[in-house]
């Protein structure tokens, strides 16, 4: 027959919705059952027996479990202990023990010092200390009451599936052919997303319940932790902070005496690069950081001591100050040393260039004729020579004209005779 079950909490109650199960045994209403799931043999009650199988999901009916065994009978939970202070109760510490069941038994307490007992009466007593919270039991505390059960039919469908693909992949794509291959992929697309909407819908629906919990896990578990946790980081902080601070300022005072002593006054404590950690701060005297400032005091105070006596010690210095590396300062002056003495050679070579093509342009001025005037061409057009020094001379210039203009000059040396190359 079919019956319907509630799962039994920790404490034996039967809880949320009902779950149907075959069963061979004579079962009525109230049984306990031991019923077989996914995660393992769970205690559950019997809340309906001769269940129809109408009454039952048809996509559920065929993987209906068996229960074959009958659950063993919950365990009396033990009796609370009350344990009350007597009226009585003097110095002798004398407490009464008293079980649900009205038995009684004396116990004597010690006193651990004289004249106090070593166990103070549970009644209200004055200046007695507030008992401590009960902390809860976290096993049991958040579980999985019922797996979810997916029932699916996918395997009857993947020859179908395969058979559809593997036909549309088989249609030959040409010009003639490339609606009728859209037109099956369009197809192919459609059912796949009609399954996909379905695989989404599943998804929710198994997600649904765990969002819900993880929420109200947040509200209840996380956010309390977290607060506590940043409040309480915080406060750490603060007094950190107040130590680290109180640390810095004594290293502070201590490192500008010894500037003064190593003759480096221009040193500041940021340029140490000293960093204040918990364990100088939370020490008596910070001996190791107090270690590092005079070994750093004194490195700067030799290589101070090295720059003064170098030729560029001002312009080397001034740099060292900036980096505090002395290698660097060095190569810096050098490098700039040498880009001035470069600028000095080029601007000594420009002079000489230019002194050069003046004294070349002055030799050709001493070497030129003295230009003639043009000669005077009379009316019958026969050329006259013009007076003077019938010596030959040679000499070589530029010309700059128009096209026109050389073909003007050019007639013009023809018509003189002046020969030219």
Wanted: aromatic share 6%; proline share 5%.
């Amino acid at each position: 027959m079919i019956v319907n079950i509630k799962y039994c909490r920790e404490d034996g109650n039967p809880f949320g919705r009902a779950y149907s199960y075959r069963t061979k045994l004579a079962l009525g209403t109230g049984a306990r059952v031991l019923c077989p799931t996914s995660s393992g043999m769970r205690t559950g009650v019997v809340v309906e027996i001769n269940v129809p199988e109408s009454a039952v999901d048809p996509d559920v009916l065929p993987l209906l479990r068996e229960i074959t065994k009958m659950a063993p009978a919950p365990r009396p939970e033990p009796k609370p202990v009350l344990v009350k202070a007597d009226p009585d109760w003097d110095a002798g510490g004398t407490v009464t023990v008293e079980q649900a069941t009205g038995s009684r038994e004396q116990a004597t307490e010690d006193e651990e010092n004289e004249g106090r007992p070593q166990a103070a009466p549970t009644g209200e007593t004055e200046g007695e200390a507030a008992p401590e919270p009960e902390v809860p039991e976290i096993e049991g505390l958040v579980r999985v009451a019922q797996l979810p059960v997916i029932v699916e039919r996918l395997r009857q469908m993947k020859d179908y599936v395969e058979g559809m693909t593997e036909e549309a992949m088989a249609l030959a794509c040409t010009e003639d052919t490339v609606q009728t291959v859209k037109q099956r992929r369009a197809d192919l697309n459609r059912f796949f997303n009609e399954l996909e909407a379905k695989r989404k819908a599943v998804k929710a629906a198994v997600m649904g319940p765990y969002t819900a919990f993880e929420a109200v896990y947040k509200e209840c578990i996380c956010n309390p932790f977290n607060d506590a946790d940043a409040a309480l980081k915080a406060k750490i902080d603060a007094v950190e902070r107040e130590q680290k601070q109180r640390c810095e300022d004594y290293l502070r005072k201590w490192f500008s005496e010894l500037t003064l002593t190593h003759n480096v006054s221009w040193l500041t404590f940021e340029q140490t690069g000293i960093k204040i950690d918990m364990a100088s701060a939370k020490a008596k005297t910070p001996q190791k950081l107090m270690d590092r400032l005079n070994e750093f005091a004194a490195k700067v105070a030799l290589d101070q001591e090295t720059i003064s006596r170098m030729e560029d010690a001002a312009e080397v210095m001034a740099e060292y100050k900036k980096t505090l590396s002395l290698s660097q300062a060095i190569n810096t002056v050098s490098a700039r040393k040498e880009a001035v003495e470069r600028e000095r050679q080029a601007e000594r070579e420009r002079r000489e260039a230019a002194k050069a093509r003046l004294e070349a342009e002055a030799r050709v001025e001493a070497a030129a004729p003295e230009v003639l005037a043009p000669p005077v061409v009379q009316a019958t057009g026969n050329r006259e020579q013009a007076a003077g020094d019938s010596k030959v001379y040679k000499c070589s210039f530029t010309v700059k004209a128009t096209k026109e203009q050389l073909k003007k000059l050019k007639n013009f040396l023809i018509e003189e005779g002046i020969s030219y190359e």
